[in-house]
């Protein structure tokens, strides 16, 4: 635990909240106790672990407070040379955040596209043809 009490003092000399670093100490704390090498862990262990906390009933945007907070840490651990990357930033953009309406927009103008050039008949046709014009208008 001695990477959690660098952290978190670190953490202070940067002038964190008292908040932030009770939130820091509770959240990373837990994840060293899972991984007690955080500079080992791949995304295999953190797609276990984000199953683990979503087993505990927690909300989206508590997984997202703790992932967070992870990722400072491994930031500081970088900082330390300790780790080389920080796993969290893919992992987060990946599994926690949504996408963006022009996101969005773009995912379902690759998908129709992609549909179209597939044999559409009946109804599919009309379905498909007037999502892409919905997402037309949309975008104007």
């Not at 060293?32 to 672990?49: I, S």
């Not at 103008?109 to 007037?130: A, K, Q, R």
Request: some cysteine.
């Amino acid at each position: 635990m001695q990477l959690l009490h660098d952290f978190l003092k670190d953490c202070q000399t940067r002038r964190r909240s008292k908040r932030t670093l009770e939130t820091y100490k509770s959240n990373v704390g837990e994840f060293l106790e899972y991984f007690p090498d955080p500079e080992n862990v791949d995304k295999n262990d953190l797609r276990h672990y984000l199953g683990y906390l979503q087993n505990k009933g927690l909300k989206d945007s508590t997984l997202k407070g703790y992932f967070s907070a992870l990722s400072s840490f491994y930031d500081f651990l970088i900082y330390e040379e300790v780790a080389h990357t920080n796993p969290i930033l893919p992992f987060r953009q990946r599994f926690l955040d949504k996408p963006t309406k022009n996101e969005r927009r773009q995912l379902l103008t690759d998908h129709l596209n992609e549909g179209l050039h597939l044999t559409v008949s009946g109804n599919g046709l009309l379905i498909t043809c007037m999502l892409w014009v919905q997402g037309m208008q949309q975008s104007r």
